[in-house]
């Protein structure tokens, strides 16, 4: 299943180009993120953080680039590069390295032990409309393994759906994965050990979100600043945060 999911990839990367009539010059985009707590996929990676992300594209090919930076000791780092292709129908596909700080004793960057790095090597292909977004990933190299030792090529699927109301726009989200992801074993509460997973120990709902966003457009500067409130919940630890936070960006 896994090595058909990889060719699919390989298969649709060689194909769009070949189907669409994308736009014809480099486009380019940043953005600055400021967030009272930093939430991935479910998963807490500690609270206030600075979250700087650009991408650029060109013809349906983008590379993209996301970090984030907390300001406490035991903050979760990270810097994710993604490179794929966007076409016009609504079908993308691409690759991700994404680093996460921690697993390291030295916080190494360019180490890639598959035991002990911070890499994880992820596809994914999913399709987009203005009505909703579902994306599949599946982590296929680096640190990811399940507890008994075998590679767990964690899969993780996303649905968002897009609204709004009274001038407000919402996000929600829900995000599943079908089977165990990678975990480890961590300390508890209490000083005991806990087993801990990437999104769940088997099937299981690691994601439930929705978020309100309004946009101030401040004219003299040229930029956007959206400011947005957003409740989000894990139901696989029954764990829950209502974080907020603004985005300094040029206008569209």
Same mark, same amino acid.
């Given at each position: 299943?896994?090595?058909?999911f990889?060719?699919?990839?390989?298969?649709?990367f060689?194909?769009?180009?070949?189907?669409?009539?994308?736009?014809?010059?480099?486009?380019t985009?940043v953005?600055?993120?400021?967030?009272?707590?930093?939430?991935?996929?479910?998963?807490?990676?500690?609270?206030?953080?600075?979250?700087?992300?650009?991408?650029?594209?060109?013809?349906?090919?983008?590379?993209?680039?996301?970090?984030?930076?907390?300001?406490?000791?035991?903050?979760?780092?990270?810097?994710?590069?993604?490179?794929?292709?966007?076409?016009?129908?609504?079908?993308?596909?691409?690759?991700?390295d994404?680093?996460?700080?921690?697993?390291?004793?030295?916080?190494?960057?360019?180490?890639?032990?598959?035991?002990?790095?911070?890499?994880?090597f992820?596809?994914?292909?999913?399709?987009?409309?203005?009505y909703?977004?579902?994306?599949?990933?599946?982590?296929f190299? $680096?640190?990811?393994?399940? *507890?008994?030792g075998? &590679? =767990?090529?964690?899969?993780?699927?996303?649905? +968002?759906?897009?609204?709004? /109301?009274?001038?407000?726009?919402?996000?929600?989200?829900?995000?599943i994965?079908?089977?165990?992801?990678?975990?480890?074993?961590?300390?508890?509460?209490?000083?005991?050990?806990?087993?801990?997973f990437?999104?769940?120990? $088997?099937?299981?709902c690691? *994601?439930?979100?929705? &978020? =309100?966003t309004?946009?101030?457009?401040?004219? +003299?500067?040229?930029?956007? /600043?959206?400011?947005?409130l957003?409740?989000?919940?894990?139901?696989?630890?029954?764990?829950?945060?209502l974080l907020?936070?603004?985005?300094?960006?040029?206008?569209?």
């Amino acid at each position: 299943m896994k090595r058909a999911f990889f060719t699919i990839i390989a298969f649709v990367f060689l194909c769009c180009p070949l189907l669409t009539n994308a736009q014809k010059r480099v486009e380019t985009d940043v953005q600055l993120d400021l967030v009272t707590r930093h939430m991935w996929r479910g998963q807490d990676y500690g609270k206030i953080s600075i979250q700087p992300q650009g991408s650029i594209k060109y013809q349906g090919f983008y590379l993209s680039g996301f970090g984030s930076t907390g300001f406490s000791e035991g903050d979760i780092n990270r810097i994710d590069i993604s490179l794929g292709y966007q076409a016009p129908f609504g079908l993308n596909i691409g690759v991700s390295d994404n680093f996460k700080s921690g697993s390291d004793k030295y916080g190494r960057y360019f180490t890639y032990e598959e035991k002990t790095t911070g890499h994880r090597f992820e596809g994914n292909l999913g399709f987009s409309c203005k009505y909703f977004s579902l994306q599949g990933y599946c982590i296929f190299m $680096g640190n990811d393994f399940k *507890l008994n030792g075998d &590679r =767990a090529y964690s899969t993780y699927i996303e649905l +968002s759906i897009p609204f709004s /109301i009274a001038k407000t726009d919402f996000l929600a989200k829900a995000g599943i994965t079908p089977m165990e992801s990678a975990g480890w074993r961590g300390n508890g509460t209490d000083g005991d050990f806990l087993d801990q997973f990437l999104y769940a120990d $088997g099937f299981g709902c690691s *994601l439930a979100s929705l &978020r =309100a966003t309004k946009v101030i457009q401040v004219k +003299s500067s040229k930029v956007d /600043i959206p400011i947005f409130l957003e409740f989000n919940a894990n139901p696989f630890t029954q764990k829950a945060a209502l974080l907020g936070g603004i985005s300094i960006r040029p206008f569209k």
